[in-house]
């Protein structure tokens, strides 16, 4: 593995072999273990749009593997003015050992990849967050102890985080539920990549998805970028697209619920089911630290 791109680029083995190490880097954290595995190591990181946990789990973990995190807002750097991001590419590779980037076009993570040589980290595109969804895989299997043959439910828009649980659920040997609405299908790559499994449904039907879960996802009905569709948006999704009380009630007992932040109560996801899964809901959150912590180090060190 020389970059994580998006994880179709990954083998199932390798997505255990980040969680394995993610599980060991959490543990040593938890117990005072110094792991200075990238002392001396610079990670870039390259936000075109906003950022809570990404910008903060990367800067933290970086810090706590001995490196340095650089924050470059887009904004703040010549790619706004137009400076081609091959060029840009070529340059940090001469500065720091990798790079994260958070964007719009996934073909920019990609050329990054390309024209450097150094590792780079997709940290969200339109059409994937690998980052978060290594960080949901470690949070399920922490909880239900093995991620094969559990069944994954998805709710709402077929946007990034669809894609990439897609992927990484069957992978890892999951069986994967979806229902968007009509017209906010996932991405037809992922698609095409999903018909292979017969563990894979695409449904409208939330209730339907949702039947026999062990873990229900869901996220935003508009992504960032897509803030002026946010009226339309919600016609299509609203009374229907939601994780309450009423779809739990088909999913397994001990169903557990997944939530990449942030939230929108109300929307697509009620305050109430928020709160009684809050405390898996922040473990996921916290685990984007101890996955990007194992993705750096098996790109980096
Ligand atoms: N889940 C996630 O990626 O959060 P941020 O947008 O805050 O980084
Ligand atoms: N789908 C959301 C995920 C945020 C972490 C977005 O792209 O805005």
């Known amino acids: 593995m020389k970059h994580l791109l998006k994880l179709l ?12 190490l993610a599980d060991q880097l959490k543990y040593e954290k938890k117990n005072g273990i110094l792991h200075r595995r990238l002392e001396g190591k610079s990670l870039g990181m390259i936000f ?20 340095q995190a650089l924050y470059l807002n887009a904004t703040d750097m010549q790619i706004k003015r137009g400076e081609p991001v091959e060029d840009t590419a070529r ?42 969804v290594l960080a949901d895989l470690m949070t399920v299997r922490e909880y239900k102890g093995a991620l094969e043959g559990l069944k994954m439910c998805y709710i709402g828009d077929g946007n990034n985080m669809t894609n990439s649980l897609i992927v990484g659920g069957l992978k890892t040997g999951m069986s994967v539920s979806v229902a968007c609405p009509e017209g906010y299908d996932p991405d037809p790559t992922i698609l095409d990549f999903a018909k292979d499994f017969p563990e894979f449904a695409l449904c409208r039907d939330p209730m339907e998805a949702a039947q026999g879960a062990d873990v ?61 899964h809050s405390a898996e809901i922040f473990e996921e959150a916290e685990n984007r630290l101890h996955a990007q912590k194992a993705v750096m180090v098996m790109l980096m060190e």
């Open 9 to 20: 680029d990954l083998t199932g083995e390798e997505i255990l072999d980040i969680l394995n």
């Open 48 to 67: 075109q749009k906003s950022s809570t946990r990404t910008r903060i789990s990367f800067e933290a973990g970086m810090f706590q593997l001995g490196g």
């Open 216 to 276: 229900i996802f869901t996220d935003v009905w508009a992504s960032m970028g897509q803030e002026a569709e946010m009226e339309k948006r919600r016609a299509a999704f609203e009374g229907i697209y939601q994780v309450n009380t009423e779809l739990l009630s088909v999913a397994n007992d001990d169903c557990l619920v997944q939530h990449c932040l942030p939230a929108h109560r109300g929307e697509e996801i009620t305050a109430e089911v928020f709160e009684s």
């Open 91 to 132: 340059v940090l590779s001469r500065y720091i050992d990798g790079i994260m980037i958070r964007t719009f076009d996934q073909s920019e993570v990609e050329a990054l990849a390309e024209y450097g040589d150094i590792p780079v980290i997709n940290g969200l595109t339109d059409v994937c967050h690998p980052c978060q």
